[in-house]
């Protein structure tokens, strides 16, 4: 017959200790609070992870909405500066006529002057 394994270990040179039923329920219990710590600790990183997941996602939606914001308001401003250019090309057609028409007034002027010096 083979020998058991505690026998084996007694017929040598060294005996293993008994284990202590005490000691083995102290690990348990060590164990359990291990293991409820780790879980404890894995939901506030969970939670936390949430939070900056959520506070990511609030700035990313931040930023887009002022990229479009400023995109229709730059659309806004060069359509505004299109309108601009054309009405100083629609003044500078209507002002053509202003400088021969202050040489016909000057003219008139130097034409009145002079009736006025043969009427003295």
Do not use: F, W
């Not at 939901?43 to 949430?50: A, K, S």
Request: hydrophobic fraction near 45%.
């Amino acid at each position: 017959p083979t020998p058991t394994p505690a026998a084996a270990a007694g017929s040598g040179g060294g005996s293993i200790p008994a284990i202590d039923p005490g000691a083995l329920q102290d690990v348990v219990a060590l164990a359990g609070q291990v293991a409820a710590q780790v879980d404890e600790l894995l939901r506030n990183v969970h939670c936390g992870l949430q939070a900056l997941t959520a506070l990511s996602v609030g700035c990313i939606q931040t930023y887009r909405d002022g990229v479009e914001s400023l995109g229709e308001a730059a659309d806004l401003s060069i359509r505004a500066m299109y309108a601009l250019v054309a009405r100083c090309e629609e003044l500078d057609r209507a002002m053509q006529p202003v400088p021969a028409l202050a040489k016909r007034i000057r003219d008139m002027k130097g034409t009145l002057e002079r009736l006025e010096g043969l009427c003295k």
